[in-house]
């Protein structure tokens, strides 16, 4: 017990700054944004509906009001009982990504620690995700990222159970599924799984046997949801279309992250130096205990840069924390003295420009007060009625819908589909935005726009409400 005890003490001290950055900047930052109501609404579809639906698109996306495939259900049937329990609104919305990055944290530490029986290891893992800006951001947003993430750690730890029990390969299994139908992204898990199978020294067959159980859940799981939706396949279509027009036109979080923020560039390059090391050590040292975060990282890397999206970074935190973890436990084991004290003067470099991230952003967010910032809002749409289409950061939305009499439609700024841009906008009475709405929707908003007005807030961009011509005067 008193094994269990310390770790437990240790594991709560390497946490520490997790939960002061948290409770500190739980609603400053990251700002909310429309994608968090995106899901919100969503979720609340399925708590009143029993049914993926969403009528967030207005006209821009008719097809979302009958059934929305936009993402797989896990994330949304799991928030809607938390909010069952917790209540529907911003702040339950966040604390349940909050929860989620604390068991990351501890999932992430266990396997840490069966990996190499190192409580110092665990410890400086941990706490290397624990001051993670990334990771934070994700275990503050209201996005389902922080879901895959600790998903993904379970997955690897039950497959190092699995060197004991066979079973824990199907608890891997099922778990990969859960992965996969919270996001696309959730691939990462099961690909990463079957590569470390592929890689064991073990008989060819004896690897079929468990790639067929790391596959077939994923398979099981993901074809009846496919087959819920089965009416809704046009739509499902529509929204590759969408998303690969929007793939297309971004350019990758990662290089522009390098390339325009200096401190994140810092991040990075510590990043990079980390997975060079332990590759190296990998192919000349056969090192087996930095295969399993090598391949994971290599995976991780692989998806967060051609998945592009700003949100998809902090897939890398974990990846990285558990291979410096595991990297400087080798340096140890081994008594390499020139890979400790490089290993230690990576951590170091990572934990001061980690801890200088987070001073900025509290210095930057200690003026935000969401409630106040939504107030003008509110007074301003009081006793309005109609449709809102909303573009901006932070958003308004969650205390916009206290009025009952207004319909909160998000815009999709997608390049082309001309017809579908007019209908939304005809259909919009008001825009509330500081977000670019795209040539077409600014073009419109200067043909149309009858009033406005600017109303702004300490630490944002100023935010504009555009009363648009009553629709028969539009052109």
């Given at each position: 017990m008193k094994k269990y005890g310390l770790l437990f003490l240790l594991f709560l001290l390497s946490t520490i700054p997790y939960w002061i950055a948290g409770t500190t900047l739980l609603l400053k930052d990251p700002l909310i944004e429309r994608d968090e109501y995106i899901m919100f609404d969503m979720t609340q579809h399925v708590t009143?509906?029993?049914?993926?639906?969403?009528d967030i698109y207005g006209a821009f996306v008719p097809e979302a009001h009958g059934k929305a495939i936009i993402y797989p259900p896990v994330y949304f049937t799991t928030l809607s009982g938390w909010f069952t329990i917790f209540g529907s609104n911003v702040v339950a919305q966040r604390l349940f990504s909050f929860v989620l990055g604390g068991f990351s944290l501890l999932t992430l530490f266990v396997l840490i620690y069966g990996v190499t029986n190192d409580k110092t290891a665990a410890?400086?893992?941990?706490?290397?995700?624990?001051?993670?800006?990334?990771f934070g951001e994700a275990s503050r947003h209201g996005r389902m990222e922080i879901m895959v993430i600790l998903f993904t750690l379970l997955i690897l730890a039950a497959f190092l159970g699995s060197s004991k029990s066979r079973s824990w390969l199907w608890v891997s299994g099922i778990l990969s599924a859960l992965a996969v139908l919270t996001h696309p992204m959730g691939f990462m898990a099961p690909l990463t799984v079957a590569t470390l199978i592929t890689m064991k020294r073990i008989p060819i067959w004896e690897k079929i046997k468990c790639w067929v159980i790391i596959v077939i859940p994923c398979i099981l799981f993901t074809g009846l949801w496919l087959w819920t939706v089965r009416d809704s396949?046009?739509?499902?279509?529509?929204?590759?279309?969408y998303q690969s027009t929007l793939k297309l036109q971004?350019?990758?979080?990662?290089?522009?992250?390098?390339?325009?923020?200096?401190?994140?560039?810092?991040?990075f390059s510590i990043e990079a130096a980390v997975a060079v090391i332990s590759t190296y050590i990998v192919l000349k040292q056969k090192s087996r205990s930095l295969i399993i975060p090598l391949v994971f990282l290599a995976v991780t890397i692989l998806f967060v840069v051609l998945g592009k999206e700003v949100w998809y970074?902090?897939?890398?935190?974990?990846?990285?924390?558990?291979?410096?973890?595991?990297?400087?436990?080798?340096?140890?084991?081994n008594h390499q003295r020139r890979l400790i004290l490089t290993t230690a003067i990576i951590i170091a470099s990572f934990v001061f420009t980690s801890l200088f991230i987070l001073v900025q952003l509290v210095r930057e967010r200690s003026d935000m007060n969401y409630i106040v910032f939504s107030q003008p809002?509110?007074?301003?749409?009081?006793?309005?009625?109609?449709?809102?289409?909303?573009?901006?950061?932070?958003?308004?939305s969650y205390k916009l819908r206290s009025n009952p009499n207004i319909i909160i439609n998000q815009l999709v700024d997608v390049s082309g589909f001309i017809p579908r841009k007019k209908q939304f906008f005809d259909a919009c009475d008001w825009f509330v935005g500081n977000l670019n709405p795209g040539d077409y929707g600014i073009a419109y908003l200067m043909r149309n726009g009858q009033t406005r007005q600017i109303i702004e807030y300490p630490s944002t961009f100023p935010i504009e409400i555009v009363k648009l011509r009553p629709e028969s005067e539009r052109n």
């Open positions: 009143r509906d029993h049914k993926l639906t969403s410890s400086v893992g941990t706490l290397l995700l624990s001051i993670d800006p990334r396949f046009a739509y499902l279509m529509l929204q590759l279309s971004s350019s990758s979080a990662v290089v522009t992250f390098f390339l325009t923020n200096g401190v994140y560039a810092i991040l970074v902090a897939y890398l935190s974990p990846a990285i924390a558990l291979t410096t973890a595991i990297l400087i436990h080798h340096g140890v084991q809002f509110v007074n301003y749409f009081r006793d309005a009625k109609g449709i809102v289409c909303v573009a901006s950061t932070p958003d308004p």
